[in-house]
């Protein structure tokens, strides 16, 4: 399982670490929808598979995409799972379940 500290994991940190991307990038991609990115990354990932993105199934995995995103994106944002689980919209026993199907041990 991945452990995430809440408040104290950052997504943009770790790729900024990584050199994949800097500030500017960031200020960048607050300007677009959510929509926007994803239809970018779709468009980038196919060109680089020279448009023969076959037998991935996409539309049956984008919820789940999405989800272990969101996931993620409340270590950082909330101060505790209730927290987390309020900003995500659910209660508390389905954020637990939701961390634990998919893969995240989260230590306060």
Do not use: H
């Amino acid at each position: 399982m991945i452990q995430y500290k809440y408040k104290n994991y950052s997504l943009i940190n770790e790729l900024k670490k990584e050199n994949k991307l800097d500030s500017q990038f960031v200020f960048q991609i607050e300007a677009l929808t959510l929509e926007e990115i994803i239809g970018i990354k779709l468009e980038t990932m196919c060109r680089n598979l020279n448009f023969k993105f076959y037998s991935f199934p996409l539309w049956n995995s984008i919820s789940r995409i999405v989800r272990d995103a969101l996931l993620k994106s409340t270590f950082n944002i909330a101060s505790s799972k209730s927290e987390a689980a309020r900003i995500l919209g659910i209660d508390l026993k389905s954020y637990k379940k939701y961390l634990k199907e998919y893969g995240y041990e989260v230590q306060r």
